[in-house]
Nanobody, 121 residues
Framework: QVQLVESGGGLVQAGGSLRLSCAVS????????MGWYRQAPGKQRELVAT???????NYKDSVKGRFTISRDNAKNTVYLQMNSLKPEDTAVYYC???????????????WGQGTQVTVSS
């Protein structure tokens, strides 16, 4: 089994910062892409940022220059540093990882349970 455990969400004022972490554990052979998605009330889940195993990154346009995604391959952990937060960043943030388990040949998608980020104006 594979588990993704997120931490770091919370309540912050506009202009503030938060850092999300997501640790992947289990019988892991390798992890391909990792990323963060978010879902606001009444809206669809959307991609925020992704990072490949080679540390190439991709961002949603509205977070470019404010958010930074990174990963520590030795710790199977992905981070999202969020600066200059805005009320419209309020959402549940979900960690995502594409994982190949030991003894298998395919990669599968796994999700964390979500962590609430609330930005007050």
């Amino acid at each position: 089994q594979v588990q993704l455990v997120e931490s770091g969400g919370g309540l912050v004022q506009a202009g503030g910062s938060l850092r999300l972490s997501c640790a992947v554990s289990g019988s892991i052979f390798s992890i391909n892409a990792m990323g963060w998605y978010r879902q606001a009330p009444g809206k669809q889940r959307e991609l925020v940022a992704t990072v490949t195993s080679g540390h190439s990154t991709n961002y949603k346009d509205s977070v470019k220059g404010r958010f930074t995604i990174s990963r520590d391959n030795a710790k199977n952990t992905v981070y999202l540093q969020m600066n200059s937060l805005k009320p419209e960043d309020t959402a549940v943030y979900y960690c995502h990882a594409v994982v190949r388990m030991v003894g298998t040949i395919r990669y599968y998608d796994y999700w964390g349970q979500g962590t609430q980020v609330t930005v007050s104006s």
